[in-house]
């Protein structure tokens, strides 16, 4: 049950606690995992099988359509019950193009059955549009440099940060250069109690692996991302102080983040979360002489770096507004 606190985490055996898990919510539903906070897409002509939504493990989506534009093949990481494969199927609808992976065979029997119950619900769907394999996050068995897009959702944050860190290089190797990598994890408004942390049963249910966002886009950085977008941030829960011990209440929230494969540039990452800048000077334009040519009166997102050196320049006709935490992309960086 969620929110009890269950086995103390042997750090060799954690994942043994999370196949167990999942292959038990496998065969019948969790409501306690069913967490998202976004919610479920209404497309036409796609109609999700009952039970997939009833097996809706994940904290947010990652099915983020203008990234969807001009993939070709994509790549899912922990399938669930598939309902977010067959969201990508919707827009790519071509024979193995999309390769899913997971790394719990009763997870992987679930998907299969339901994307077969959801082909005859949906005219456009074929079950073969969905290569499902059997693998593991850490080593994906995939070629290096063949994926368009790439999606995992509410997986990553159960990895421990040495797992994290290598499940993030083996996406990041997949990619083509420019490829996208869609997450969905919660992050927890400071660091997670180690106590809670090495639990893994907790861990297992989304709850305690969590990092702060910092320590997330960190990571996300550390394996050779140069550009991310936060797409959503929402409330998830909250670990109470009294059931789980704490000092504190403890915040977590559920980020929706597009990580890009290009290169870092040298003055570090490019992170947008959702500032802008306003020119409302004289002239027609400001142009910064970095690249950045701001026009008056209309708003140009920008990432934090650039939103900061602006800042810098002390100017009081650039208005430069605080994260939203919602950018939509195509921004400058
Ligand atoms: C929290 S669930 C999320 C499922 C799905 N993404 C969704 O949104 O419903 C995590 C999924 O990852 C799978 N999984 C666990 N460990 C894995 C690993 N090391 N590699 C690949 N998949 C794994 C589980 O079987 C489960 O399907």
């Known amino acids: 049950m969620s929110g009890i606190i269950g086995l103390p985490m042997d750090r060799s055996d954690y994942r043994d606690v999370v196949e167990d898990l999942y292959a038990a919510a496998a065969q019948t539903p969790q409501a306690s995992l ?88 949906n005219a456009w769907f074929d ?43 083996e996406v990041h190797r997949v990619l083509k250069p420019g490829g996208r990598f869609m997450l969905s994890d919660p992050v927890a ?38 550009t991310i977008e936060i797409r959503a941030r929402r409330p998830y829960r909250v670990l109470d102080k009294r059931r789980y011990g704490l000092d504190e209440n403890l915040l977590l929230e559920s980020i929706e983040a597009v990580a890009i494969k290009d290169p870092i540039p040298d ?27 701001i026009s008056r009166d209309i708003p140009l997102g920008v990432c934090d770096k650039t939103a900061a050196a602006l800042q810098r320049l002390g100017r009081d006709d650039l208005v430069i507004t605080q994260s939203t935490w919602h950018y939509p992309g195509d921004g400058c960086c």
Not at 83 to 99: C, D
Not at 140 to 167: G, K, M, Y
Not at 202 to 221: D, F, H, K, M, N
Not at 270 to 291: A, H, L, M, S
């Open 34 to 121: 069913c967490c998202t906070t976004t919610p479920i897409w209404h497309l036409p002509d796609l109609d999700v099988p009952q039970a997939m939504l009833e097996r809706n493990y994940g904290c947010g989506t990652t099915i983020h359509p203008r990234d969807l534009a001009n993939a070709d093949r994509a790549l899912y990481v922990g399938v669930g019950a598939g309902m977010e494969v067959l969201q990508l199927s919707y827009f790519l609808r071509r024979k193995g193009a999309v390769v899913a992976i997971d790394k719990v065979p009763e997870m992987l029997e679930t998907a299969r059955s339901l994307l077969e119950e959801a082909a005859t619900a």
């Open 127 to 169: 079950p073969s549009f969905v290569d499902l394999r059997e693998g593991d996050a850490l080593l994906l068995p995939v070629d290096s440099e063949s994926i368009d897009v790439a999606a995992q959702n509410c997986l990553f944050n159960i990895f421990t940060r040495e797992h994290l860190d290598q499940a993030l290089r």
């Open 189 to 226: 408004e400071r660091p997670m109690p180690s106590r809670l942390a090495d639990d893994a049963r907790l861990r297992a249910e989304c709850l305690s692996g969590a990092l702060t966002l910092g320590q997330y886009l960190e990571a996300i950085v550390a394996a050779g991302f140069g």
């Open 267 to 293: 003055d570090g990452p490019c992170i947008f979360t959702g500032r802008n800048v306003i020119y409302v000077g004289e002239d027609d334009q400001f142009d910064d002489g970095k690249g950045h040519l």
